[in-house]
């Protein structure tokens, strides 16, 4: 309990008398005061740990604001349903969209709120848990204080607002047609017939609605798309049968406590539960009091608030926007198994420069790796645009969010277009281009001094670029040296920040291999010569060679190792952070390329311990020296098969050339690009770099 008590709430919301979403509120505050947490409904106070946001009621901008003073504050985001689902303006819809993605906590109201909102109407971004609205089930009981009516079966029926789903013309006509049952209306019912059998009610006070509904024999609505109508649960507190409408969430609260019934079998329906009236008036009052009490309700949200306040709190206006490749998305990412690898040197820098958030290609999906991006923001085209659409459109479908960042950065010149694009819009950012490859020098590699036209759009794109970048980084000097030709950029523009390896996670191992372990980590494409390695290695008896990763190369690859019986294990694409425990197993890691940049699985089995072979290409031989820290060969499957025999025969080699990798590798530690990242990102902010 005195954890309950440290926290401190910020509700700024006006509760009005009337309405279900009120009420709650009203519960929810009286709820807290019991159990002694503190609660304020001035958003300025800033002295609360959690702002609790009730559907649209809290405007975003005010959300916003509060996170800036208050970085540490968590937001929960009660939903209550699509706006458009009950007939409402959808403008409200828009704000509830807002406000949902700065929550740290979603909680929906039903099953059918969660539906409606993330599946009908696409309003809300984030799931969460799925907590009922209470009932005060000491107030709405079967026992206590009851009026008469004449009729010796009556209905009840309660509504607060006049809205046309609410379904009070079949209420009417229902009361027209069986004039021996009496309807007494609580509420507002305009129009309503003046029938001998219609009492009308009016508004009432809880009390009195409560000493209303115990004196009826049953409670029917025929509301429509309900997220979670109270009077439905103030209906089973009192021990009332529900004839319900099956629509929205009436079936998922009344249970095996009433039945459906639409106009036409209302009569059938209300003579079955009449004639089973005690044992469904048992079965609702255990049912309210089991599951809607506020001390079964509230313990779960504060519950799901304190699981909430354990995670990193969500972004608010992020001062780094990080665009993904064109075409990528975190699934694919993962997919692949290299989220945690990409996204662990933003994770370090986040502490130092603010929030950090995402730019992605993929769909709505995208945002359930909120939680492992520990708070990290996701913006993606949770509309499923077609890709072109989306890339055009970016800049203003996101446009809170990049409007206030400090930095675009892209990930890889293919896709910085999108960047460039948002930054005509954008102007206060500055931007960042980051080749971790340069597009047109691969391309003009690939192309073997052909014309291409893929290089052609690669040099198009980053003239543009690098004119307008702010600064620009590479991940090797080879690149910086191309670019300074190419494009005669000033060269303080250009910073070499060399890919980085978690020198903790990829650390040296006992060996395990059995002498003739080969492993290769990367991406089963052309450029990585892996057919040239299937015919060095297909002759060797004694060799084993295991594949990890995927790509298009993969069938080709594993027709040609079936057909010569060579013993190649294809692995596909394994978790980041089961790599070490792969590379453990090995005796020798391989990276037969025609060309690479900086690469990162040659800096991760380095980082192990483990001795490498590599083509003498640029790329490789920045890393590798020869006999000293590494093996270099020759592309061809000759060459390659030469540097497998002498390193998988030679022991002592590959102990002295482990040894050695690990000290390359750690000068490419994580640390270090922290380091070197953080710099950049300040002289570009404008900050002073601590000395």
């Not at 019991?34 to 559907?55: C, E, K, N, P, W």
């Not at 706006?83 to 409402?88: E, K, L, P, V």
């Not at 529900?242 to 406590?257: D, F, H, I, M, N």
């Not at 010149?413 to 971790?436: D, E, I, M, N």
Request: charged fraction near 25%.
């Amino acid at each position: 309990m005195s954890a309950d008590r440290s926290l401190r709430f910020c509700v700024p919301i006006a509760i009005k008398p009337e309405g279900g979403g009120n009420y709650f509120l009203w519960n929810f505050l009286a709820y807290l005061k019991r159990q002694g947490m503190a609660y304020t409904d001035r958003i300025d106070d800033g002295r609360y740990d959690v702002l609790f946001a009730s559907h649209w009621l809290v405007p975003p901008e005010t959300i916003r604001r509060a996170k800036r003073s208050n970085p540490g504050l968590r937001v929960v985001h009660r939903i209550d349903g699509a706006a458009q689902d009950y007939g409402r303006n959808p403008q409200a819809d828009r704000v509830q969209r807002q406000v949902n993605l700065l929550a740290d906590l979603t909680v929906f109201q039903s099953q059918y709120c969660r539906r409606s909102t993330r599946e009908l109407f696409l309003v809300i971004a984030h799931d969460g848990p799925i907590i009922h609205n209470p009932v005060d089930v000491e107030q709405f009981r079967p026992d206590g204080e009851r009026v008469t009516f004449p009729e010796p079966v009556t209905v009840c029926c309660a509504t607060w607002s006049t809205n046309p789903r609410k379904g009070l013309q079949s209420v009417y006509d229902a009361a027209a047609a069986n004039p021996d049952i009496g309807f007494v209306l609580c509420g507002r019912y305009p129009d309503a017939p003046r029938l001998p059998n219609v009492h009308m009610m009016g508004v009432l006070d809880r009390r009195t609605l409560a000493t209303i509904m115990r004196s009826c024999t049953a409670f029917v609505t025929f509301s429509e798309r309900e997220a979670c109508p109270n009077v439905v649960l103030e209906a089973l507190a009192s021990g009332l049968p529900v004839l319900y409408k099956p629509s929205g969430a009436s079936p998922e609260l009344v249970g095996e406590c009433g039945l459906p019934v639409e106009l036409a079998d209302f009569r059938t329906q209300l003579d079955r539960v009449v004639a089973d009236r005690a044992k469904l008036s048992r079965l609702a009052r255990e049912r309210a009091v089991s599951r809607f009490s506020p001390e079964r309700v509230f313990p779960l949200y504060i519950g799901a608030i304190r699981e909430a306040l354990a995670r990193p709190p969500a972004f608010a206006d992020p001062a780094l926007v990080v665009f993904l490749t064109r075409g990528m998305s975190l699934r694919r990412w993962d997919e692949a198994g290299v989220l945690e690898r990409e996204v662990a040197l933003y994770r370090r820098l986040r502490p130092h420069i603010g929030p950090v958030a995402f730019v992605s290609y993929g769909n709505r999906r995208e945002l359930d790796y909120r939680a492992r991006l520990d708070g990290m923001g996701i913006l993606c085209n949770r509309w499923s645009l077609p890709a072109e659409v989306y890339r055009w459109l970016l800049p203003f479908l996101h446009w809170q969010a990049l409007s206030k960042a400090a930095v675009f950065k892209t990930n890889q010149t293919y896709g910085a277009g999108a960047a460039l694009w948002a930054k005509r819009f954008h102007r206060q950012a500055k931007l960042v281009a980051r080749s971790g490859y340069v597009w047109s020098w691969n391309a003009e590699r690939a192309a073997q001094g052909r014309w291409s036209w893929e290089r052609w759009r690669a040099r198009r794109l980053e003239r543009a670029l690098f004119r307008r970048a702010d600064a620009i980084v590479v991940t090797a000097e080879a690149g910086k040296q191309y670019l300074l030709q190419r494009y005669a950029i000033p060269a303080e523009r250009i910073q070499v920040i060399p890919n980085y390896v978690d020198t903790s996670r990829f650390a040296p191992a006992e060996r395990r291999g059995s002498g003739r372990r080969l492993i290769f980590v990367g991406r089963l494409h052309p450029e990585k010569n892996l057919i040239g390695l299937l015919e060095a290695v297909s002759p060797m008896d004694n060799v084993e060679l295991v594949l990890i990763g995927d790509g298009p190369l993969r069938p080709r690859l594993e027709q040609a190792a079936a057909a010569a019986q060579a013993r190649i294990a294809f692995l596909g694409a394994r978790p980041h952070g089961e790599l070490p425990e792969q590379l453990s197993r090995a005796d020798a890691f391989i990276l037969p390329s025609f060309y690479e940049n900086h690469p990162k699985a040659l800096l991760e089995a380095m980082a192990c311990g483990l001795p490498v072979i590599g083509t003498d290409v640029p790329g490789i031989r920045e890393l590798i020296r020869h006999r000293d820290t590494g093996y270099l060969c020759a592309t061809s499957p000759e060459g390659i098969r030469a540097a497998i025999r002498e390193v998988l025969g030679n022991a002592a080699l590959r102990a002295e050339m482990g040894r050695r990798a690990r000290e390359v590798a750690e000068q490419s530690s994580l640390e270090r690009a922290l380091e070197q990242e953080l710099a950049l990102l300040r002289r570009v902010m404008g900050e002073p770099c601590p000395s």
